[in-house]
Antibody, heavy 123, light 110 residues
């Protein structure tokens, strides 16, 4: 079964750091680009970051640029999001999502999503 | 902030047709594919339409997508109670070098 499972969420103080992980199974992880997407409580979807299959291409939303770092370990079938200098407005459910096309280019085409992990930034 | 604009809500009775609009610009919808996602309450988003008007396997043909210029739309025909959900359009934005989502539309089945 194709599956993505996020972990690493929790409660953190403003200015703190957190590292999210996304474990992939049931498909050849190294062949697919990946994204992080978040959703603040009661709000809509917001794209956070994209990484290509080989990590050669990376993009960030302006709202997290310079604070968040996306990475992947294809040998461990894992995707990561290192979040530093966290703010209250980063409070959200964070989803990892797989690009639908194998070796595809960056776009909004995501066919497999995890259930999400919750990040709460509060003092 | 969202750069794709959707109506906040839409509704219909069972069996009716509901249409949701998504308005963007030349840097996103005007030059890239549009995607639609369905988010049922308390669950992760699900890909509903890809590349403007294609349905993934398993998505009923009651759902259809279209695109014209810098706008797109999602139509749900034969509305069913299980279609009550939030719907989001999405596209890559060349100016932002990023993915943008619509503001979201909550569909209610009366």
């Amino acid at each position: 079964e194709v599956q993505l499972v996020e972990s690493g969420g929790g409660l953190v103080q403003p200015g703190g750091s957190l590292r999210l992980s996304c474990a992939a199974s049931g498909f050849t992880f190294s062949s697919y680009s990946m994204n992080w997407v978040r959703q603040a409580p009661g709000k809509g979807l917001e794209w956070v970051s994209y990484i290509s299959s080989s990590s050669s291409t990376i993009y960030y939303a302006d709202s997290v640029k310079g604070r968040f770092t996306i990475s992947r370990d294809n040998a461990k079938n894992s995707l990561y999001l290192q979040m530093n200098s966290l703010r209250a407005e980063d409070t959200a459910v964070y989803y990892c999502a797989r690009a639908r096309m194998i070796f595809g280019v960056a776009d909004a085409d995501m066919d497999v999503w995890g259930k999400g992990t919750t990040v709460t930034v509060s003092s | 902030q969202s750069v794709l604009t959707q109506p906040p809500s839409a509704s219909g009775t069972p069996g009716q047709r509901v249409t949701i609009s998504c308005s963007g610009s030349s840097s996103n919808i005007g030059s890239n594919y549009v995607y639609w996602y369905q988010q049922l309450p308390g669950t992760a988003p699900k890909l509903l339409i890809y590349r403007n008007n294609q349905r993934p396997s398993g998505v009923p043909d009651r759902f259809s997508g279209s695109k014209s210029g810098t706008s797109a739309s999602l139509a749900i025909s034969g509305l069913r109670s299980e279609d009550e959900a939030d719907y989001y359009c999405a596209a890559w934005d060349d100016s932002l070098s990023g993915l943008v989502f619509g503001t979201g539309t909550k569909v209610t089945v009366l």
